[in-house]
């Protein structure tokens, strides 16, 4: 129950609405029973806005704040500090308000990756793995794997220039590189050698849910797809990598674990990433419920 001693953690956007977050860590701060008084809120600022939302959050003591799209580039001016994940990745998804006054940004989407690929028990040191896409999400955890000792990263995008500035960033962590058009000739190439396929493109997120970015004959059994997209929570990709005997690792995990690290960092608490996941299953139930 909210009181004068609840605590808040609340996650800014623009758009917001779509958001699970609130709803998923909420449920899991009520899991924790009466010793819990959190709760998460979800906030829309503009742009324009950013930087009164987050120093007035600050200043109204919340413990910190989630950040998505368009604000993870635009927080880091705003920040004191930055955790190496920060740094790294130059991007923050999460501000940490620091008793000390100070503002520490992180970034924990890659962290969050390899904690769902970890749940489901897809290993990434010593393999080969293939991302497809060109965008901040494949540059946030090809640098993220860069740092796991992957063996090579191989990076498809329509647009080949934005692949080769990120696997020319990729070698300069000692990883072995390459970047390639997103093409039909080069993903039967990549699929044959590949031990994991990343998907952080768009390609089959609702309403093109008929939509692959890859065609089924091309998936390998032995190579694992990971498609960062959750709504669907099962694209075409997962699906048929699936039906295909590989093993298929959905979007919702990395969701999960970013609500897991911000609870760790801001509120010194562990939550329930089972609890989290329950909550967003019925969500998406009642989604498809209100639809029919």
Same mark, same amino acid.
């Given at each position: ?168 960033e990729v070698e300069k962590h000692g #990883?072995? @590189? ?5 093409? &039909? %000739?080069?993903? *039967? !190439? /990549? ?68 609500? #897991?690290? @911000? ?5 010194? &608490? %562990?939550?329930? *990433? !089972? /609890? ?17």
């Open positions: 129950m909210i009181s004068a001693h609840t605590q808040t953690l609340a996650i800014l956007g623009d758009p917001i609405e779509h958001s699970l977050t609130p709803r998923i860590q909420n449920a899991a701060w009520r899991a924790l029973g009466e010793d819990s008084h959190f709760v998460n809120v979800a906030f829309r600022v503009s742009p324009s806005q950013l930087a009164t939302a987050v120093f007035g959050a600050r200043a109204l003591g919340f413990l910190g704040l989630m950040v998505t799209i368009p604000h993870k580039e635009a927080v880091l001016s705003l920040c004191d500090e930055l955790h190496s994940s920060a740094q790294l990745l130059g991007a923050a998804n999460l501000l940490h308000f620091r008793d000390d006054g100070k503002i520490v940004g992180h970034s924990s989407d890659g962290w969050a990756m390899l904690q769902s690929l970890r749940e489901e028990n897809v290993e990434v040191t010593g393999r080969n793995i293939t991302i497809l896409g060109g965008g901040g999400a494949a540059r946030s955890l090809a640098l993220t794997l860069a740092g796991a000792n992957v063996k090579s990263l191989t990076i498809l995008n329509r647009t080949i220039e934005r692949a080769q500035t990120i696997a020319a #990883v072995a @590189a390459r970047a390639a058009a997103l093409e &039909r %000739e080069t993903l *039967a !190439q /990549v699929c044959e050698n590949a031990d994991l396929l990343i998907n952080t493109t768009s390609v089959g997120m609702t309403p093109d849910v008929a939509a692959t970015p890859v065609s089924q004959h091309l998936l390998n059994p032995n190579c694992a797809v990971y498609d960062i997209v959750y709504n669907p929570l099962e694209t075409r990709l997962l699906r048929e990598a699936r039906a295909s005997g590989a093993r298929g690792v959905d979007g919702l995990g990395m969701l999960i674990y970013t609500n #897991v690290y @911000a609870a760790r960092v801001c509120a010194n &608490r %562990e939550i329930s *990433a !089972q /609890v989290m996941r329950a909550e967003a299953m019925r969500a998406f139930g009642e989604r498809i419920k209100n639809k029919g």
